[in-house]
């Protein structure tokens, strides 16, 4: 036979593939390697930054190689259109698949020889049995060609979004030994990479590991310290007013930016926030300023979603900025998102990583923001340990993440691309060519913290106080922040928690007492909460009378 016309994993086969195919001139360093092992047969594990590219690392080994790929993934995939665009014969079965669709990609698999080369499922689907029957026809005929895990730290329970469907996955090495495993994660620590391949069984002896580095050198790194009393929306608000002047007066960037016909306005950003509520009203708020901003949050119908992410993909006008809760995440793929700002403190480090990793996928400039304080970290603390109380399992491995994250938001001292990889187990110091708050500017950003923040000491001694008084527990407060003015009146609103005599609780909860005081000294703040304490001691608790909401 002629050469060349054989089938073959050749690397003439792979760069041509690359270029028909996936309209891409080049691999990105490392990818060309990922996927001549995958060819090979090996069973793989690949650890990049976010955008590094691994969906192609299973992709165009699926599009070479005889078979179907099974592509489990925790996320509704974006992928498909984009892959049926490029003539790749992509399907999805899901919750929200049509019924007319799961019955022709079943169709298909029942064959035993199917058309479809990547078929992306998830993990909940692996685990119905008809699926599972299906997958026994293909194999029969070997045309079983490779099993992809994506985010495969959903496996772990030492990861962040542990999810125990994902547990399941181990059926496929126990079902078909021989089939090639691939998983790929942005977000694993060297726990949980060793949890990953022991749960799916991966073959030490065939398995190939791939650990790139976690440093996004272009997203620039930047911590603003706040506290409760401060409303951070004019300080963001500030800063986009300042990029979309810095644009419009820069004649150079406005002609090349009319020449490309786009608009002066269109940064594109997500903003993320915790509640569901702050979408809508931040939205709301930064619309009422003149900019297009739109909420994405899973409360929302699923047509006001697709249209928000499609006109948004679009750089459409009034759907410049997202503003979202961890719904919007992700797999989100759009090149130009020049910013992305935590609102709040995210749940967890790798959140931060994965949210943070959506912006500059273009390789340029792009800033991630979070806003920190310490109330909120009080309040991540709180939610940790309630969901502790309801359901205990990741916890350790959560608290961990929190507390690490924490750690990030509060050390002024190091760069944070640095403290980045450094959780996620890389030994190397990362490239930081002034891209984060630390390397810009080390003295503003401590004196940034000692004045934004609310005061430890304040902390430590309300929470001495309340122990004092044995029955009081500080749920949530305004406190005043270290930079706070000793002779300015200074609202203050204190959520309590009161133990009752014999231990029990009212209404499945502890007393609750709202306390608003006004202060201008600080002995006074406090010889106003320990008056408040004694008001409580006296009044007849014992009743278990609730007097949630007093206000003193
Ligand atoms: N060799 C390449 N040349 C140019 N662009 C590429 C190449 N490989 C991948 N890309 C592009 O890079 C972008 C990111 O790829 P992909 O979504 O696979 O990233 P990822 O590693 O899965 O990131 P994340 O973990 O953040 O989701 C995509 O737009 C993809 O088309």
Known sequence: MPPGLSRSNSCVDIDFTLRRKFKKTAFRPLQRDVIVAALEGNDVFVQAATSFGKSLCFQLPAVIDHGITIVISPLLSLMVNALRAADIDAGTINGKTPYEEKQRLLQDLATGHPLTRLLYVTPEQCATESFRRHLRVVHKQRELARIAVDEAHCISEWGHDFRPSFKQLKWFRENFPDVPIICLTATATPQVRQDVISTLGLSEANLKVFTMTTSRKNLHYEVRFKSDEEDHYEDFRMWLGGVHKRRAEDSERRSELERRNQRLDNVSGIIYTLFRSDCETLAARLRADGIGAKPYHAGLPN????????????????????????????????????????WQVPKS?????????????????????????????D?????????????????????????ALIKYCEDTG?????????????????????????????????KAKESGLQSEDWNMEFADLCSAFGRMTRTSSTMPAN???????????????????????????????????????????????????RAIEKSDMDSHSNIGNRVF
Not at 418 to 429: A, L, P, T
């Open 379 to 403: 309040r991540a603390y709180n939610r940790l340990s309630k969901d502790a109380k309801e359901n205990n399992s990741n916890m350790e491995a959560r608290l961990k993440s929190l507390q």
């Open 414 to 446: 190091t760069c944070r691309h640095c403290m980045i990889c450094s959780y996620f187990g890389e030994k190397g110091v990362p490239e930081c060519d002034y891209a984060c708050d630390w390397h810009k500017d080390p003295t503003g950003l401590r």
């Open 483 to 533: 930079g706070a003015k000793a002779n300015t009146k200074i609202p203050m609103r204190v959520a309590l928690s009161y133990k009752t005599d014999d231990n029990t609780t009212v209404n499945g909860a502890h007393e609750v007492v709202m306390v608003d005081l006004e202060f201008d000294h600080r002995d006074d703040f406090f010889g106003a909460i320990k008056q408040t304490f």
């Open 349 to 377: 480090f790798e959140g931060f990583y994965q949210e943070a990793g959506r912006a500059g996928r273009d390789g340029k400039s792009s800033l991630c923001i979070m806003y920190y304080s310490r109330e909120d970290r």
């Open 303 to 342: 047509d006001e979603k697709n249209e928000t992410l499609q006109r948004w993909v679009n750089n459409d006008k009034g759907y410049d900025v997202i503003v979202a809760t961890t719904a919007f995440g992700m797999g989100i793929d759009k090149e130009n998102v020049r910013f992305v700002v935590h």
